[in-house]
């Protein structure tokens, strides 16, 4: 009975954060655009309230698109104009945060770059991980010494 429970449980969490997660987003999620977006969408398969809608360059520096929270807004689809050009960056991110009208919080981002040259954020983000291994010092604190 308890296992049936449990097991039951996890399928719902792991149906409703299917749920909560977009269906689609524009620019989608790895994308690269020909010009810069003039807009953000997002679209839910249910009807979610924005809590946060906000981006960043590649640095993590906020880029102010003007999103404020509107309490007890509950929609399936959000667009969102881009205000203004995007400062310079390798890619942007989008980060936002949702509940349903059961408090189900969920928060997630999509990636995209843009312009000429541009490469999909994934590969940006690859090409910074660093193959060099680490070499510790031969002597310190965290070897143990024995006692004769």
Known sequence: MVLGLLISSMALAQHS???????VTFPKDDSVLIDPPQLI???????????????????EKWINIGFQFI???????????IPGELPASEYY????????EDRRLLNGEFRFSFGPGAIP?????ASRVSDLEENLPSTGSYRQTTSQ
């Open 41 to 59: 969408t997002m679209s839910f398969r249910v009807d979610v309230s924005l809590l946060k809608l906000a981006l960043y360059t590649a640095e």
């Open 93 to 100: 991110i989008a980060k936002w945060s949702v509940t349903d």
């Open 71 to 81: 309490p007890d807004s509950f929609t399936h689809s959000f667009v969102y104009p």
């Open 121 to 125: 954020p994934s590969e940006t983000i």
């Open 17 to 23: 954060h299917g749920i909560l997660t977009p269906g």
